[in-house]
């Protein structure tokens, strides 16, 4: 998961009349008693709205999740590397409004890394947008959402994408991509 697995707390003015649960306690035990339990292990990072109770409370949503569900491991905050043999995962939750255009900001954070510090698959959250990319070598997958289009977003113009992907790595012997199938 790349971050925001809660709505936050004060992450933009009015924030609070959208929504369905207000606090960290709540927000936390409304997950831990709704998110799905797929019989598999989630690996989550924070995103900003996750954060916002770090930077606004100073209690770390991601520690409480995983202190309460086993199946979800909490792995960091903004962007985290996973290492699967020589093939490398990054869950990656940056900053920032919505591109003008759906490729964009991932377009342009691909390009901004130098050589050797490329992930080989990247899976971005935060712009609530559905998108398969190859670029530079890179798989960029934007993760969707779950969460319908606020009134806030309506006002900022920004879409949201609803649904996940489903994918399939194969990794040849030596840990390198040999294949990705992607199902939306």
């Not at 199946?71 to 990054?90: A, Q, S």
């Not at 899976?123 to 959402?145: C, D, M, P, S």
């Given at each position: 998961?790349?971050?925001?697995v809660?709505?936050?707390?004060?992450?933009?003015?009015?924030?609070?009349?959208?929504?369905?649960?207000?606090?960290?306690?709540?927000?936390?035990?409304?997950?831990?008693?709704?998110?799905?339990?797929?019989?598999?292990?989630?690996?989550?990072?924070?995103?900003?709205?996750?954060?916002?109770?770090?930077?606004?409370?100073?209690?770390?949503?991601?520690?409480?999740?995983?202190?309460?569900?086993d199946?979800?491991?909490?792995?960091?905050?903004?962007e985290?590397?996973?290492?699967?043999?020589?093939?490398?995962?990054r869950?990656?939750?940056?900053?920032?409004?919505?591109?003008?255009?759906?490729?964009?900001?991932i377009?342009?954070?691909?390009?901004?890394?130098?050589?050797g510090?490329?992930?080989?698959?990247?899976?971005?959250?935060?712009?609530?947008?559905?998108?398969?990319?190859?670029?530079?070598?890179?798989?960029?997958?934007?993760?969707?959402?779950?969460?319908?289009?606020?009134?806030?977003?309506?006002?900022?113009?920004?879409?949201?994408?609803?649904?996940?992907?489903?994918?399939?790595?194969?990794?040849?012997?030596?840990?390198?991509?040999?294949?990705?199938?992607?199902?939306f």
């Amino acid at each position: 998961h790349a971050g925001d697995v809660v709505d936050g707390d004060k992450v933009f003015r009015g924030q609070e009349y959208e929504l369905k649960v207000i606090g960290y306690e709540r927000q936390l035990e409304y997950l831990v008693e709704n998110y799905p339990d797929l019989n598999l292990k989630t690996k989550f990072i924070l995103g900003n709205h996750d954060y916002s109770f770090l930077k606004n409370v100073g209690a770390d949503i991601g520690r409480g999740i995983e202190n309460k569900r086993d199946d979800m491991e909490y792995l960091g905050i903004f962007e985290v590397d996973i290492e699967l043999g020589n093939t490398t995962v990054r869950l990656y939750h940056p900053s920032g409004g919505t591109a003008y255009a759906v490729s964009y900001a991932i377009q342009k954070y691909i390009e901004s890394l130098e050589g050797g510090t490329k992930p080989n698959l990247l899976l971005v959250g935060h712009y609530h947008k559905i998108e398969y990319l190859f670029y530079r070598n890179v798989h960029a997958f934007q993760t969707g959402t779950t969460q319908h289009q606020t009134r806030y977003m309506r006002t900022r113009r920004a879409s949201a994408m609803r649904g996940g992907w489903i994918i399939d790595l194969y990794l040849k012997e030596d840990g390198e991509i040999s294949r990705i199938v992607s199902e939306f």
